[in-house]
């Protein structure tokens, strides 16, 4: 379960560098943390965990 947590942040952190990089837009620190916890909750409904195998 942490390796899935580590990922979600990793790669909700690339997501966002690449919004301020490519789209010149930006979130706030919490912003983002909302959407990884969404993220984990989609994948949480679609599969029964946030687990990636």
């Known amino acids: 379960l942490k390796a899935s947590v ?3 942040k990793v790669w ?5 560098r690449n919004r301020r990089v490519f ?3 930006s ?3 919490q912003q983002v ?3 990884i916890k969404e ?3 989609l ?3 679609a599969c029964g965990s946030p687990v990636i195998l």
């Open 6 to 8: 580590l990922m979600y």
């Open 12 to 16: 909700n952190l690339w997501k966002e």
């Open 23 to 25: 789209e010149g837009k």
């Open 27 to 29: 979130a706030q620190p």
């Open 33 to 35: 943390v909302v959407f």
């Open 39 to 41: 993220e984990m909750a």
């Open 43 to 45: 994948r949480r409904q």
